[in-house]
């Protein structure tokens, strides 16, 4: 056996290294969806204005357009079902964090002083300190939760411009 002793705290270290990687992993692959979830809206738009831009529309085109709405919707309820994934995951290497830090590295407090930060508006970084505070309008909602409500008002716009499409005069 080693004369080395095992430091007690270098395991739980490396974990919370390994889920502060995870945890940024996951924040940067929520960002780059929501730009491959806007992208493809907006060349499903694209192509539904440029096919419906000659004036005559026929019914060939106006199933098309309808296709293509409901193509919309499709993605977006996909999208929806992701953003519940991701939000999940997120949680997941979150509450993680926290329970390494109460556990095995009492001193080290970051995210546990983040759900008091975003839960109470403000907190003190040290003694004698003015608090840090949060305004109001960030405190309103969170990312996950805009991102669905961005994502719901997408599927009521395809809907939508499915039963314009479906009703208007051709």
């Not at 692959?29 to 730009?35: D, F, T």
């Not at 539904?48 to 309820?77: E, H, N, W, Y």
């Not at 975003?118 to 309103?140: Q, Y």
Request: include cysteine.
């Amino acid at each position: 056996m080693s004369d080395q002793q095992l430091d007690p705290y270098k395991l739980p270290l490396e974990a919370y290294k390994l889920l502060v990687s995870q945890l940024q992993q996951e924040d940067s692959l929520s960002w780059k969806r929501i730009e491959i979830f806007l992208i493809v809206n907006g060349g499903l738009i694209g192509i539904l204005k440029l096919g419906r831009s000659s004036g005559d529309v026929t019914p060939p085109l106006q199933g098309i357009s309808l296709a293509i709405c409901v193509m919309g919707f499709l993605m977006c309820f996909l999208w929806l079902i992701i953003a519940y994934r991701s939000e999940a995951f997120y949680n997941h290497w979150y509450e993680q964090l926290k329970f390494l830090e109460k556990k095995y590295l009492t001193p080290i407090n970051i995210f546990q002083m983040a759900d008091d930060y975003f839960k109470n508006g403000e907190i003190k970084l040290g003694e004698g300190e003015k608090p840090f505070k949060l305004d109001r309008v960030s405190r309103l909602i969170k990312m996950y939760q805009a991102v669905r409500v961005a994502v719901m008002i997408f599927m009521v716009g395809w809907l939508g411009l499915a039963l314009y499409l479906y009703f208007a005069d051709p």
